[in-house]
């Protein structure tokens, strides 16, 4: 009797620790973004909209979450570290598709309505009249917000 209790409960805190290792963020790589619940780092508001979320993965490995490109740029602009740190992950949505693209390769066509009002949406290939995250970056921090 005895060792049936013990192998009951050695099997249950297998199965324990393997659902919790399950449970874990990743340590690279896009997260799951909770709609309509996760908020913008920067500004506060709710993630709603698929088509403009960013997301940027700091050197320490944690996932901050944007509800449009136009918030992760600011906030990268004020931390200790940027997108050409070593280890920094930056991400943001396909406007068309919704797949992640990196933020830093994607192309991004202006005059978009965005959710902060930005107006910039990113697409995987470039189009006539889109721009590198570099010039859609300069444009935005001269423009302030």
Request: glycine share 6%; aromatic share 10%.
């Amino acid at each position: 009797m005895r060792r049936r209790r013990f192998l009951a409960a050695l099997l249950g805190s297998g199965v324990s620790v393997s659902l919790a290792a399950c449970s874990r963020e990743p340590e690279s790589g896009p997260v799951d973004i909770k709609w309509d619940r996760d908020t913008d780092a920067r500004c506060g508001m709710v993630i709603s909209d698929r088509r403009f979320a960013a997301q940027i993965r700091d050197p320490r490995r944690k996932v901050w979450k944007f509800d449009d490109i136009g918030c992760a740029v600011f906030w990268l602009a004020q931390q200790a570290f940027n997108e050409e740190t070593p280890q920094t992950e930056y991400w943001v949505a396909d406007h068309r598709t919704g797949a992640w693209l990196d933020a830093r390769q994607a192309h991004y066509l202006p005059g978009r309505k965005s959710p902060m009002g930005y107006h910039f949406a990113a697409v995987a290939a470039p189009e006539p009249g889109t721009l590198s995250y570099t010039e859609m970056k300069q444009r935005l921090l001269a423009r302030g917000k």
